[in-house]
């Protein structure tokens, strides 16, 4: 695990330092630069040494008579297997190094190479014969890639701030990346803030040469196939055990370092799991990490403490817990969150991967194990219920729904259980795909739209094309009706649609993007048994019924784990563990929230409707509306753009 930077072109070679300079937290082992003037190559490279921890495998690396130079960042867990082949092939290389395995597998199979591994990871290899850069990201995004085409030629990096390092790189903000992490938590596919730096999608790889950038799809998330009627294949023969058996062989293949590995422990089925696998193979103390809350407004606002559970699990198991308390007033890390991630992202959960992630580098731990993705491949979230439901509703007649529908309207219940009651008074008023989408909403796009500038709507406008209020345009990048040339998605059952959003989406835009960033904020690396590619083929084959039912989630894997598991672990309802977002916002941080968002430098910007912001505020403190994580919305792109637009270079705020 570390953080990589480089370019191609005419760039002054100073510039690479500093790129790798803005990433050092990623790797506080080590680092390195690698500089050809005549071809105008820079690679650079901040370690943290979890394989190999000898300056043998210092990086860049050269590899195949130094034909290629190589950067990496993440894991190989195969790395040994393809070793072994590699050296039957006549190739010398340290083997005890993933990242040595590299080059040749790349002077090999090029970039058929990808297929082979079995890894999370962001590569650079420059090839000094043919004078042709190849970089390539894992299957999910699991790691992060941006980079950035301007005259000098093509900048890439670990991460965002590392790219705005060189100062001429154009700075205009894009406006549907803008609504996006407003309208939902995150920025969906390529777009960033920035309308010249992108993400290099998950599951691709780019060649840049002095024929250009060429970008290409090298993994699409699988999903059942059709049979000759269009109908999805579905294998009814899977059952638990096979889960069992396939999950304890993901956990052992990522367990490979040569430092101790952690994990987290929420006390969630997913985190669980993983622990009692773990365990189960391997009898050597763990050390797990869980985090709690001693304040009462967290319960009220709807969350609830894990710690019992994770204690239980704990105890079960044999792990040893950490236990980490969650700050009554997260708020004041609110701008290094956002610094961390590159873009705004109005979600709390970043703030708790820090804190357990400091936590574990306190006990000399580089390498935790995380449950990421157990919910979006084997369908855990609530929003999967709701489609599930309005799929058997679908047949009601209108009547019927509607008077559903003003029912939860009149429900009066804490401000949580009105928010779920409002999603569901949605979910039966539209059709299911308008459902599906507005199911990432953090905030109504109508109310987006309102908040922002008349200038701001005229520019969005302009920008797509005069899609103003065309909510498709401006959501997940994979269009419901088809998911490549020969697969339709459409026919997919509406769950498995749901979840490949997830898989395009969410997952790797939000959940992904601040488990690395937050987790390598603080030198520790997060890995997610739960995303092997083996388990998103066994999940994509599963049917709906062993998936969801309305009534229960994660309903094979629950069973799989029963044997390791106690039922009130895996059976209890879902528990989101979030944050007083509503008391931080009008309560603990109301003069904060004000400066930033209806101070001077928020007028001066010129994107927002301040007026419409206050009145917004004063409602949410008054309980006449639930605007909190709309007002947190809006002050991490007020944050992001005073760290990353209002200086030359990307500027730390620190509270």
């Given at each position: 695990m570390c953080g990589l930077a480089g370019f191609v072109g005419s760039f002054e070679p100073s510039l690479l330092k500093n790129m790798t300079d803005a990433i050092a937290h990623r790797g506080p082992d080590g680092e390195g630069h690698w500089i050809d003037g005549m071809q105008g190559v820079g690679l650079g490279h901040r370690r943290l040494s979890i394989i190999d921890l000898s300056e043998a495998a210092s990086q860049p690396m050269s590899a195949v008579r130094n034909r290629y130079m190589v950067v990496f960042n993440g894991e190989i867990y195969n790395y040994k297997t393809l070793a072994a082949d590699l050296k039957r092939r006549g190739y010398q290389f340290n083997e005890k190094s993933d990242t040595a395995i590299l080059g040749p597998l790349y002077d090999s199979y090029g970039p058929g190479m990808l297929n082979k591994l079995n890894g999370i990871f962001s590569i650079a290899i420059w090839d000094r014969k043919d004078q042709t850069l190849f970089v390539a990201r894992d299957h999910l995004g699991i790691k992060p890639l941006y980079y950035a085409l301007c005259e000098k030629g093509l900048l890439f990096a670990s991460e965002m701030k590392?790219?705005?390092?060189?100062?001429?790189?154009?700075?205009?903000?894009?406006?549907?990346?803008?609504?996006?992490?407003?309208?939902?938590?995150?920025?969906?596919?390529?777009?960033?803030?920035?309308?010249?730096?992108?993400?290099?999608?998950?599951?691709?790889?780019?060649?840049?040469?002095?024929?250009?950038?060429?970008?290409?799809?090298?993994?699409?998330?699988?999903?059942?196939?059709?049979?000759?009627?269009?109908?999805?294949?579905?294998?009814?023969?899977?059952?638990?055990?096979?889960?069992?058996?396939?999950?304890?062989?993901?956990?052992?293949?990522?367990?490979?370092?040569?430092?101790?590995?952690?994990?987290?422990?929420?006390?969630?089925?997913?985190?669980?799991?993983?622990?009692?696998?773990?365990?189960?193979?391997?009898?050597?103390?763990?050390?797990?990490?869980?985090?709690?809350?001693?304040?009462?407004?967290?319960?009220?606002?709807?969350?609830?403490?894990?710690?019992?559970?994770?204690?239980?699990?704990?105890?079960?198991?044999?792990?040893?817990?950490?236990?980490?308390?969650?700050?009554?007033?997260?708020?004041?890390?609110?701008?290094?969150?956002?610094?961390?991630?590159?873009?705004?992202?109005?979600?709390?959960?970043?703030?708790?991967?820090?804190?357990?992630?400091?936590?574990?580098?306190?006990?000399?731990?580089?390498?935790?194990?995380?449950?990421?993705?157990?919910?979006?491949?084997?369908?855990?979230?609530?929003?999967?219920?709701?489609?599930?439901?309005?799929?058997?509703?679908?047949?009601?007649?209108?009547?019927?729904?509607?008077?559903?529908?003003?029912?939860?309207?009149?429900?009066?219940?804490?401000?949580?259980?009105?928010?779920?009651?409002?999603?569901?008074?949605?979910?039966?008023?539209?059709?299911?795909?308008?459902?599906?989408?507005?199911?990432?909403?953090?905030?109504?796009?109508?109310?987006?739209?309102?908040?922002?500038?008349?200038?701001?709507?005229?520019?969005?406008?302009?920008?797509?094309?005069?899609?103003?209020?065309?909510?498709?345009?401006?959501?997940?990048?994979?269009?419901?009706?088809?998911?490549?040339?020969?697969?339709?998605?459409?026919?997919?059952?509406?769950?498995?649609?749901?979840?490949?959003?997830?898989?395009?989406?969410?997952?790797?835009?939000?959940?992904?993007?601040?488990?690395?960033?937050?987790?390598?904020?603080?030198?520790?690396?997060?890995?997610?048994?739960?995303?092997?590619?083996?388990?998103?083929?066994?999940?994509?084959?599963l049917p709906i019924n062993q998936k969801c039912n309305g009534k229960r989630a994660k309903i094979m894997l629950k069973k799989a784990m029963e044997p390791r598991l106690p039922k009130k672990v895996l059976y209890r309802s879902k528990a989101g563990f979030g944050a007083p977002v509503r008391s931080w916002i009008v309560d603990d941080n109301a003069d904060m929230v004000r400066d930033i968002l209806m101070g001077q430098k928020a007028h001066a910007r010129g994107w927002y409707d301040v007026n419409g912001i206050e009145e917004l505020f004063n409602a949410t403190k008054a309980g006449k509306v639930d605007g909190a994580y709309t007002l947190l919305s809006l002050l991490t792109v007020e944050l992001w753009a005073q760290q990353f637009m209002d200086s030359s270079v990307p500027k730390k705020m620190v509270a």
């Amino acid at each position: 695990m570390c953080g990589l930077a480089g370019f191609v072109g005419s760039f002054e070679p100073s510039l690479l330092k500093n790129m790798t300079d803005a990433i050092a937290h990623r790797g506080p082992d080590g680092e390195g630069h690698w500089i050809d003037g005549m071809q105008g190559v820079g690679l650079g490279h901040r370690r943290l040494s979890i394989i190999d921890l000898s300056e043998a495998a210092s990086q860049p690396m050269s590899a195949v008579r130094n034909r290629y130079m190589v950067v990496f960042n993440g894991e190989i867990y195969n790395y040994k297997t393809l070793a072994a082949d590699l050296k039957r092939r006549g190739y010398q290389f340290n083997e005890k190094s993933d990242t040595a395995i590299l080059g040749p597998l790349y002077d090999s199979y090029g970039p058929g190479m990808l297929n082979k591994l079995n890894g999370i990871f962001s590569i650079a290899i420059w090839d000094r014969k043919d004078q042709t850069l190849f970089v390539a990201r894992d299957h999910l995004g699991i790691k992060p890639l941006y980079y950035a085409l301007c005259e000098k030629g093509l900048l890439f990096a670990s991460e965002m701030k590392a790219l705005l390092q060189h100062e001429a790189l154009p700075r205009s903000m894009n406006p549907t990346a803008m609504f996006n992490s407003l309208t939902y938590l995150w920025s969906a596919g390529e777009d960033t803030m920035f309308g010249d730096v992108k993400k290099l999608l998950p599951g691709h790889y780019m060649l840049y040469s002095e024929e250009g950038l060429r970008v290409k799809t090298w993994y699409t998330p699988p999903m059942p196939e059709l049979d000759k009627k269009g109908q999805p294949i579905y294998d009814k023969s899977l059952k638990p055990v096979h889960l069992l058996d396939l999950f304890d062989d993901v956990v052992r293949d990522q367990l490979v370092a040569d430092v101790p590995v952690g994990a987290f422990l929420s006390g969630g089925v997913d985190s669980s799991a993983i622990v009692a696998s773990i365990m189960a193979q391997d009898k050597r103390p763990l050390k797990t990490f869980c985090i709690g809350f001693d304040d009462a407004r967290f319960k009220k606002e709807g969350f609830s403490d894990d710690s019992e559970y994770a204690r239980i699990v704990a105890k079960h198991t044999g792990a040893i817990l950490e236990h980490v308390t969650a700050e009554s007033n997260g708020m004041k890390h609110l701008s290094e969150m956002v610094y961390a991630l590159d873009e705004p992202q109005a979600d709390p959960a970043p703030l708790y991967v820090a804190a357990i992630s400091k936590k574990a580098r306190e006990h000399n731990i580089k390498v935790l194990m995380g449950g990421t993705g157990g919910d979006d491949i084997f369908s855990g979230y609530r929003r999967h219920q709701a489609i599930m439901l309005m799929q058997a509703l679908e047949g009601m007649p209108s009547g019927m729904k509607g008077a559903m529908s003003t029912g939860l309207g009149l429900i009066q219940a804490p401000s949580f259980m009105k928010r779920r009651a409002e999603r569901l008074r949605y979910i039966l008023g539209n059709n299911i795909q308008d459902a599906m989408l507005s199911a990432f909403h953090s905030t109504p796009a109508g109310m987006t739209l309102s908040l922002l500038s008349d200038d701001m709507k005229k520019e969005f406008a302009n920008y797509n094309g005069g899609y103003l209020n065309e909510v498709r345009q401006m959501s997940i990048p994979s269009s419901l009706d088809s998911m490549g040339d020969s697969t339709p998605l459409s026919a997919q059952h509406p769950l498995n649609q749901m979840l490949f959003m997830e898989q395009h989406g969410f997952l790797p835009d939000h959940n992904l993007n601040y488990t690395d960033k937050l987790g390598m904020a603080e030198g520790v690396e997060i890995r997610v048994p739960f995303l092997d590619p083996r388990l998103l083929s066994f999940a994509a084959k599963l049917p709906i019924n062993q998936k969801c039912n309305g009534k229960r989630a994660k309903i094979m894997l629950k069973k799989a784990m029963e044997p390791r598991l106690p039922k009130k672990v895996l059976y209890r309802s879902k528990a989101g563990f979030g944050a007083p977002v509503r008391s931080w916002i009008v309560d603990d941080n109301a003069d904060m929230v004000r400066d930033i968002l209806m101070g001077q430098k928020a007028h001066a910007r010129g994107w927002y409707d301040v007026n419409g912001i206050e009145e917004l505020f004063n409602a949410t403190k008054a309980g006449k509306v639930d605007g909190a994580y709309t007002l947190l919305s809006l002050l991490t792109v007020e944050l992001w753009a005073q760290q990353f637009m209002d200086s030359s270079v990307p500027k730390k705020m620190v509270a």
